[in-house]
């Protein structure tokens, strides 16, 4: 996984947002753990670092709820199912290029 590189960070005094400085190497960190500890299924409380563990090896929704527990809360999957999709075409869509 890499950490997000481009992002600025608000200025250090708060003048104003076209004074945003590059993100420090912790600021990058904080970002990325906020970012993989994100809610994808919310019945459950599964967050994406989970799904994105799921994903590998995995080439339909249904092998990403199985190795994740996605899909098995109350609405089974109508919430979850949707982005686990869009993360599974980003996946195939890296792979082409690669």
Excluded: H, W, Y
Excluded at 4 to 12: D, G, I, M, R, V
Excluded at 31 to 58: D, H, P, T, W, Y
């Amino acid at each position: 996984m890499n950490l997000p590189e481009e992002e600025k960070a608000p200025s250090l005094d708060g003048d104003s947002e076209n004074d945003a400085r590059p993100m420090t190497d912790a600021e990058r960190k904080e970002a990325f753990i906020r970012q993989m500890s994100r809610v994808v299924c919310i019945c459950k409380g599964i967050n994406l670092g989970r799904v994105l563990k799921a994903l590998e090896g995995s080439e339909t929704v249904a092998d990403v709820n199985r190795k994740s527990g996605c899909g098995t809360g109350g609405c089974q999957g109508q919430r979850c199912g949707p982005r686990i999709k869009l993360l599974l075409q980003k996946k195939k869509e890296q792979k082409a290029k690669a």
